[in-house]
């Protein structure tokens, strides 16, 4: 069975660095994509950040570019999300995601984990 586990999750100020792990199992990770979106109350589901399979290709949304850096580590079957400058608007739940391509809307597809709270004040 595919399984996702977020860890990093936390309350910090605006301005400091926080990054989020996901440690996958159930499948050979280095065989697809994985990424991170988000969801805020209220809000549509946004894709954060993919990385390819293939070439290590990278996906950022408009919002976070510049910002956020999405890694992945093969022989520990982990990706990250480490982000810097972080704002209030950044405030959400965010999901590790692992599907077959980074392709258009690629985070309403696949399998993603429980998620993990991040909360950015002041």
């Known amino acids: 069975q595919v399984r996702l586990v977020e860890s990093g999750g936390g309350l910090v100020q605006a301005g400091e660095s926080l990054t989020l792990s996901c440690v996958a199992s159930?499948?050979?990770?280095?065989?697809?994509?994985v990424g991170w979106f988000r969801q805020a109350p209220g809000k549509e589901r946004e894709g954060v950040s993919c990385?390819?399979?293939?070439?290590?290709?990278?996906y950022y949304g408009d919002s976070v570019k510049g910002r956020f850096t999405i890694s992945r580590d093969n022989a520990k079957n982990t990706v990250y999300l480490q982000m810097n400058s972080r704002k209030p608007e950044d405030t959400a739940v965010y999901y590790c995601w692992l599907g077959s391509r980074c392709r258009g809307s690629w985070y309403r597809f696949g399998s993603w984990g429980q998620g993990t709270q991040v909360t950015v004040s002041s």
């Open positions: 990385i390819s399979a293939s070439d290590d290709s990278t």
């Open positions: 159930g499948m050979t990770f280095s065989s697809y994509a």
